[in-house]
């Protein structure tokens, strides 16, 4: 089974500065995906960005990336030039690259991010 | 593409009624996915679907939950006699089955809050 943990459980952030939220995972698997989900207070759940195993680039999504340490097991969002519509909870959440099998996502506890003007 | 829809957005009921929700995926989507989301919390998987067929079922989902997608179209969760700790928001999301080089992404719906008092 995998675990996923976010150990940042709330953290705030200026306007237009960088913020960097943490997520570490544990898996005996080789082949699997990362994600960062977002869900803004009262609002549905949307893909952030994404990373394979595989790859060794980190994934970049505009004022968003990754820096994802295969060997650590670490997978951290980095947030640029943050803006208002940024505050919303975080999720980090695990796949396992399956071809036939289902892929449910194991998710972990959450970061609430606040920006502040 | 319209997104993925669940209906009711909040139910309230008690203790010991029936509560049945509905999924709408994203059409051409074959894959479907439940999850409940309590307060504070990332989301736990439930169940899932590939096409009409129920491939995996969380330990979760305990003899009152059933869930169904007839035609492998939308999909229906109905929680029977209602606990308190069934109040939680269910979360439904839906993507494609993993393809040779295609990451397989979840796309969510906006979620159903229950409350049962």
């Known amino acids: 089974a995998q675990t996923v943990t976010q150990s940042q459980p709330e953290m705030s952030v200026q306007e237009a500065e960088t913020v960097t939220l943490s997520c570490t995972y544990d898996?005996?698997?080789?082949?699997?995906?990362l994600f960062w989900y977002k869900q803004p207070p009262s609002r549905q759940m949307i893909l952030v960005i994404r990373?394979?195993?595989?790859?060794?680039q980190n994934a970049t999504e505009n004022r968003f990336s990754v820096n994802f340490q295969k060997a650590a097991k670490s997978f951290s969002l980095k947030i640029s030039d943050s803006q208002l519509g940024d505050t919303a909870m975080y999720f980090c959440a695990f796949m396992k690259q399956g071809s036939n099998a289902g892929n449910m996502l194991t998710f972990g506890g959450g970061t609430r991010l606040m920006v502040k003007p | 593409d319209t997104g993925v829809s669940q209906d009711p957005r909040h139910k309230i009921t008690k203790r010991g009624q029936n509560v049945t929700f509905r999924c709408d995926p994203i059409s051409e989507h074959n894959r479907l996915y439940w999850y409940r989301q309590t307060l504070g919390q990332g989301p736990e998987f439930l169940t899932y679907f590939q096409n009409e067929a129920q491939l995996e079922k969380s330990r979760l989902l305990s003899d009152r939950f059933s869930a169904e997608r007839p035609k492998g179209s939308f999909s229906t969760l109905e929680i029977q006699r209602t606990e308190q700790g069934d109040s939680a928001m269910y979360l439904c999301?839906?993507?494609?089955?993993?393809?040779?080089?295609?990451?397989?992404?979840?796309?969510f719906g906006p979620g159903t809050r229950l409350l049962v008092l």
């Open positions: 898996t005996s698997e080789s082949n699997y995906y």
């Open positions: 999301a839906s993507s494609t089955a993993w393809t040779s080089g295609r990451t397989e992404t979840q796309y």
């Open positions: 990373q394979e195993a595989y790859k060794q």
